[in-house]
């Protein structure tokens, strides 16, 4: 079969491996869908703390169950299935919890174990053991499936920052995380939901398909922001975007008792930003980051996309196959696409 496999930043190849077997507590899956994130493009840039090469990348995944094994129960062949991408132990102090995103033992599919830019992957038993293995509905192709992953991190960082009826709500960032937090916003009743971006064309692209309130472009955005609220400003914010600029405009441009979602992660060589903590103190405003999602929030990602109430498929405007998936990561590294997605 072929694979995407990273060696080293700069260094992923397609090529040859033999097909894999799954263990006992295994599920090997032939993969029809596998899209692609920013984490890809950064991934093939610097690689990653957690990737020992040569690791098959892809944590974006959708397919069909092909073989189970011997202590498997509950699948079988042809089940059309979404996989989790992160992975929590379940057994720990965070896990028992309920806090299954800062399970401090998270592993994840395309990190510690293959992922899904590959003919055939398989699914650890660990996925099985904490309800990450997700039944697609009929209705519902592979790669809109296979969006319910971002979806799922998108819809915790949401719940986090309890968007809800009747909010204004900035999401800065106008890319595929962006264009799903307006269409999660609006699910949840937001009252006008505002899309931000720098890049005209990639904002221009995104507002043509989700359709904000307003398509905010340029560096003033505080003061569009509070030009558009009549000088309120925003009940929540989302800095869809790893921007330490964005996350200070944020607090800059946030109601009374605003909620600010610090929801994309800064470069770990500037991590640190200037907090106005007056503002945060006479505004009442509340600061949430947001980390991944848990295998709840996949499952509840799909009954969303499947509904019709977060819809994903004109969010993905490129299919390719697995032997273009360098070009795919280039696509997403020059943000000319909104979702590129690999069919392996």
């Known amino acids: 079969m072929k694979v995407a496999r990273f060696y080293s930043p700069g260094d992923i190849r397609v090529e040859d491996a033999p097909e894999p077997s799954p263990g006992p507590g295994d599920v090997k899956i032939r993969v029809r869908n596998c899209s692609t994130c920013g984490t890809d493009v950064k991934i093939s840039k610097f690689g990653h703390h957690h990737i020992?090469?040569?690791r098959v990348m892809g944590h974006e995944i959708a397919g069909e169950v092909v073989e189970v094994g011997a202590e498997v129960t509950g699948w079988q062949p042809g089940d059309r299935v979404q996989v989790i991408a992160a992975i929590p132990d379940g057994t720990c102090e965070e896990c028992r919890r309920g806090?299954?995103?800062?399970?401090?033992?998270?592993?994840?599919?395309?990190?510690?174990?293959?992922?899904?830019?590959?003919e055939y992957t398989i699914v650890p038993a660990k996925v099985l053991a904490v309800d990450g293995l997700n039944r697609i509905p009929d209705a519902l192709g592979f790669d809109e499936a296979s969006v319910a992953e971002p979806l799922a991190c998108v819809l915790n960082g949401q719940e986090l920052?309890?968007?809800?009826?009747?909010?204004?709500?900035?999401?800065?960032?106008?890319?595929?995380?962006?264009?799903?937090?307006?269409?999660?916003?609006?699910?949840?009743?937001?009252?006008?939901?505002?899309?931000?971006?720098?890049?005209?064309?990639?904002?221009?692209?995104?507002?043509?398909?989700?359709?904000?309130?307003?398509?905010i472009h340029g560096t003033d955005l505080v003061d569009q922001v509070m030009k558009l609220t009549d000088g309120r400003g925003a009940d929540a914010i989302i800095t869809a975007a790893a921007s330490g600029a964005a996350q200070e405009q944020a607090l800059q441009m946030a109601a009374r008792q605003g909620r600010i979602s610090f929801f994309g992660g800064l470069p770990k060589d500037n991590p640190v930003i200037a907090c106005?903590?007056?503002?945060?103190?006479?505004?009442?405003?509340?600061?949430?980051?947001?980390?991944?999602?848990?295998?709840?929030?996949?499952?509840?990602?799909?009954?969303?996309?499947?509904?019709?109430?977060?819809?994903?498929?004109?969010?993905?405007?490129?299919?390719?196959?697995?032997?273009?998936?360098l070009e795919g990561i280039d696509i997403v590294a020059r943000g000319t696409a909104i979702k590129v997605t690999i069919e392996p």
Do not use: W
């Not at 299954?100 to 830019?117: A, I």
């Not at 848990?294 to 994903?312: C, K, M, Q």
């Open 52 to 54: 020992r090469p040569p």
């Open 99 to 118: 806090r299954m995103t800062v399970c401090p033992n998270q592993e994840s599919m395309g990190y510690h174990y293959d992922g899904g830019f590959a």
């Open 161 to 215: 920052a309890r968007i809800g009826e009747g909010d204004d709500v900035v999401i800065i960032g106008a890319g595929p995380i962006g264009c799903m937090h307006v269409r999660l916003a609006r699910a949840r009743g937001a009252a006008r939901v505002f899309l931000a971006d720098l890049n005209p064309e990639r904002l221009a692209m995104s507002a043509e398909r989700v359709k904000p309130d307003a398509a």
């Open 276 to 325: 106005d903590s007056n503002l945060v103190h006479y505004r009442e405003l509340t600061i949430v980051g947001a980390n991944g999602s848990s295998p709840r929030h996949n499952a509840r990602a799909l009954e969303l996309i499947a509904s019709g109430a977060v819809p994903v498929a004109d969010l993905i405007t490129h299919h390719l196959p697995l032997a273009d998936v």
